[in-house]
């Protein structure tokens, strides 16, 4: 779906990634709708995840001149990554490694030395957070491109660590700082106030790169194994310049995975599978975005109340018996009934020619801790 306004003589082109099955909830589209009337928007994607947050999630936006931080929210460098933890699966035991990480109460009691790193908050690197963060022990399913698998040097023998995690109270003081500035206004490009974001912005991106790998290294160490290997780690909320026909533009992404740097993970839901996928570079109507995950289909609010209506308690501690938790709201408002079918997602990815799926992760056990 693809709508075209032109505005203040410039044409702004807003395009939907989705197909006639596909459902995206017409309050997300129209919130995305508003962002048209920002000074220096030129194009917009909402991608098959969408949905309504403070701001869209799930859309990209480029920009010229000018970044509006509150696009992008305040978990600068949130993203997911994928390591190799070098476990055979052979010698992989289900209950047995249920049972050590289940001993963990909090990741931050598995002591690592982060003295090394020049961040702020350095307590918190190597943890989770909560919402929708988590860690997921996989196992590769299928594989649809051998050479693209054998490239990244990842085989089925071994057991997969996959990892979901932002910048944690850091990207939440680069945004608070930001906003008590400038409120909503754009930062323009070339400025010390730009300068000074982009600074702390990029730092965050990297302080939430390394928290992921943190993040495994600590849950290997519980579990009596060495670092793990990191296999792909692509950031879903940033901001970042793009040349495109020798016009320098900035992508503004929420929620969304970028295109143009080579293989990316996108995270399923509990007890649903992930998917390596090969994105097209060069998708310039999708701010060279994809999907990075399946999107909310209910909000956190009435989760609960929907899930009791579909299962009993007893029913929902079945379905959750491979999850190691500590508030029990996650049961229900991480539940997969929570979110939208993830096989749609990359159906529809697929068939606007955005990606090509490379293999399929099962999951096995999920931390959110």
């Known amino acids: 779906m693809i709508i075209k306004e032109r505005k203040k003589e410039r044409m702004i082109l807003l395009k939907i990634v989705k197909n006639e099955k596909s459902w995206i909830e017409s309050e997300a589209v129209e919130q995305l709708k508003k962002y048209e009337e920002l000074d220096g928007m030129f194009r917009i994607a909402g991608l098959p995840d969408l949905h309504v947050g ?23 460098g949130c993203g997911i990554a994928l390591f190799d933890t070098r476990i055979k699966m052979k010698k992989f035991s289900l209950d047995n490694f249920y049972k050590k990480l289940n001993k963990i109460r909090y990741l931050e009691e598995i002591d690592i030395d982060t003295s090394i790193y020049d961040f702020p908050y350095l307590e918190k690197l190597g943890t989770i957070g909560s919402r929708n963060h988590f860690a997921e022990f996989q196992v590769i399913e299928k594989i649809y491109m051998k050479e693209e698998i054998s490239n990244i040097g990842i085989t089925k023998d071994n057991l997969m660590l ?29 400025t010390e106030e730009f300068e000074n974001y982009m600074n702390s912005h990029n730092k ?56 143009n740097e080579g293989l990316v993970l996108i995270a399923g839901t509990r007890d649903t599978c992930s998917y390596i996928v090969k994105p097209n570079k060069e998708i310039k109507d999708f701010c060279y975005s994809i999907s990075h995950g399946a999107g909310r289909k209910w909000k956190r609010s009435g989760a609960k109340e929907r899930m009791m209506h579909l299962f009993t308690k007893d029913n929902i501690l079945q379905i959750n018996q491979r999850l190691i938790y500590t ?37 096995l056990i999920t931390f959110k801790r």
């Not at 945004?175 to 409120?183: D, E, P, R, T």
């Not at 955005?354 to 992760?361: G, K, R, T």
Request: charged share 30%; aromatic share 6%.
């Open 54 to 76: 403070r701001t869209p999630v799930g859309a990209a936006y480029m920009l010229k001149d000018k970044i509006y931080p509150n696009l992008i929210g305040s978990d600068i």
């Open 162 to 190: 996959m990892v979901h995690s932002g910048s944690r109270i850091y990207g939440q003081e680069i945004i608070g700082n930001y906003q008590k500035k400038y409120n909503d206004l754009p930062l323009m490009i070339g």
């Open 327 to 363: 508030e029990k709201k996650v049961l229900f408002e991480e539940a997969k009934e929570a979110y939208k079918n993830i096989e749609k997602v990359i159906e529809d990815l697929v068939s606007h020619n955005m990606i090509e799926v490379v293999a399929s992760l099962k999951p």
């Open 204 to 259: 965050a991106v990297k302080f939430a790169q390394i928290n992921r790998e943190l993040i495994a290294e600590k849950l290997l160490k519980a579990l009596g194994k060495n670092k793990p290997e990191s296999i792909l780690d692509s950031s879903h909320n940033e901001i970042k310049e793009k040349i495109e026909d020798g016009q320098k533009y900035y992508i503004h992404r929420k929620g969304a995975a970028p295109s």
